[in-house]
Nanobody
Framework: VQLQASGGGLVQAGGSLRLSCASS????????MGWFRQAPGKEREAVVA????????YYLDSVKGRFTASRDSAKNTVYLQMNSLKPEDTAVYYC????????????????????WGQGTLVTVSS
């Protein structure tokens, strides 16, 4: 299983980016997927996580209303649409997929995810 994240780049504050995560060897139809980020000097944190069964979702409070995750099953790809970006959103963003049927409280916990993409850097300038 390989996850390939892309779409990062440099954007001004208030701008938008859409990250993509393409999967090979595994579909996004089961289990859970998450977008995580790690800023310099900080711990990795979950930004958005979704359990497809029952469509349970987790959004980091600071991104609610600005970030949206979606899925294109035909392309086996998930997306993270990021709007109204802020300098504090600057980080390396990772996509991850897990095979378990995670309860909502486990969705933002990175150790429950089995597969990780390589990360894509998002830089938001002020």
């Amino acid at each position: 299983v390989q996850l390939q994240a892309s779409g990062g780049g440099l954007v001004q504050a208030g701008g938008s980016l859409r990250l993509s995560c393409a999967s090979s060897g595994r579909t996004f139809s089961g289990g859970a997927m998450g977008w995580f980020r790690q800023a310099p000097g900080k711990e990795r944190e979950a930004v958005v996580a979704i359990r497809w069964s029952g469509l349970s979702t987790y959004y980091l409070d600071s991104v609610k209303g600005r970030f949206t995750a979606s899925r294109d099953s035909a392309k086996n790809t998930v997306y993270l649409q990021m709007n109204s970006l802020k300098p504090e959103d600057t980080a390396v963003y990772y996509c991850a997929a897990g095979d378990g049927n995670l309860i909502r409280s486990s969705l933002p916990v990175d150790r429950y995810y089995d597969y990780w993409g390589q990360g894509t850097l998002v830089t938001v300038s002020s």
